[in-house]
């Protein structure tokens, strides 16, 4: 076999050894995603030399600290075909703790070793910053599908329970360097978009005494800011762009130079940001929480 999914499974660390002792030079995709007796032992031996093959890696919700991931993606390692890669840290946003799984050297290492990434989702990773960010959008040529929140929240889970009311859909996209991405639909896309209740419908105000979830704290939120865009961005073309971002007009001048920009979500937006995209992209679907 060349593809593993071993999603929520109860695989632990000596068996996922085997298999990639086994079979690690044949495989093309690996998904661990909520297998939670992995630990650093197994995870930190997920590199090119053991998988020199592999497209599709999906860590979400694995337990591991940050010099693991750093062992993966540093300058050291190379990743040739690595085209989706999906990491998400297990703690929850309200924990005490701060996350600092995913950070900004991880990011830089990713821009720099994974030339052929075409979709990156991130989950739930405070280290990062506007840097880090600013390093994947600087140098992935090839990148179509970018969701970056530093809140928690997984758009497969979350568009399960979804109860949106838009029937809209977002089909696939050929790309001229022969890849075809199966996107979202809008229904998925408006479930990662943070503070929204699972009820909502686009453009509607919440409610007073709506409830809040899990990826929300006391403490303020923060975002990336227009500083993330300012060594450009390398990809011409995005299917999907959903980022903790405030959208401002410094934001919207760079994005405008996207050739092709098909849903952006994220949480913040001014007005007149709004008004410069959707006159550049008139078929770009918004899935913006605010409108400042």
């Known amino acids: 076999f060349r593809r593993l999914n071993a999603r929520g499974s109860n695989i632990s660390d000596d068996s996922l050894q085997m298999l990639v002792r086994a079979r690690g030079s044949q495989l093309t995709e690996l998904v661990l995603s909520d297998c939670t007796r992995l630990t650093r032992r197994s995870i930190g031996h997920l590199t090119p030399e053991h998988l020199p093959r592999l497209q599709v890696l999906d860590?979400?919700?694995?337990?591991?600290?940050?010099?693991?991931?750093?062992?993966?993606?540093?300058?050291?390692?190379?990743?040739?075909?690595?085209?989706?890669?999906?990491?998400?840290?297990?703690?929850?946003?309200?924990?005490?703790?701060?996350?600092?799984?995913?950070?900004?050297?991880?990011?830089?290492?990713?821009?720099?070793?994974?030339?052929?990434?075409?979709?990156?989702?991130?989950?739930?990773?405070?280290?990062?910053?506007?840097?880090?960010?600013?390093?994947?959008?600087?140098?992935?040529?090839?990148?179509?599908?970018?969701?970056?929140?530093?809140?928690?929240?997984?758009?497969?889970?979350?568009?399960?329970?979804?109860?949106?009311?838009?029937?809209?859909?977002?089909?696939?996209?050929?790309?001229?360097?022969?890849?075809?991405?199966?996107?979202?639909?809008?229904?998925?896309?408006?479930?990662?978009?943070?503070?929204?209740?699972?009820?909502?419908?686009?453009?509607?105000?919440?409610?007073?005494?709506?409830?809040s979830t899990p990826c929300l704290s006391s403490q303020p939120r923060r975002g990336f800011t227009s500083q993330a865009l300012q060594h450009g961005v390398r990809s011409r073309r995005f299917n999907l762009l959903n980022l903790d971002m405030a959208y401002d007009s410094v934001c919207a001048e760079h994005l405008a130079q996207l050739s092709h920009l098909q849903v952006l979500c994220g949480r913040v937006i001014t007005r007149h940001a709004k008004s410069l995209l959707e006159s550049q992209f008139p078929k770009c679907k918004m899935m913006v929480w605010n409108i400042d």
């Open 59 to 211: 860590l979400y919700n694995v337990v591991v600290t940050t010099d693991t991931y750093q062992a993966l993606f540093n300058r050291q390692m190379y990743w040739p075909y690595l085209r989706d890669l999906k990491l998400k840290a297990a703690l929850l946003h309200v924990s005490q703790q701060r996350d600092e799984r995913v950070n900004d050297d991880i990011l830089v290492a990713i821009g720099q070793n994974c030339p052929r990434l075409v979709a990156l989702r991130l989950f739930g990773c405070h280290g990062i910053t506007d840097a880090g960010l600013s390093a994947i959008l600087g140098n992935l040529g090839d990148l179509r599908e970018l969701v970056v929140m530093h809140h928690a929240e997984d758009p497969v889970s979350g568009a399960e329970e979804s109860e949106a009311e838009v029937s809209e859909t977002v089909t696939s996209a050929p790309e001229p360097n022969g890849l075809l991405l199966s996107l979202p639909s809008i229904n998925d896309i408006w479930a990662t978009i943070p503070s929204l209740p699972a009820n909502a419908v686009p453009h509607r105000a919440p409610p007073p005494s709506a409830p």
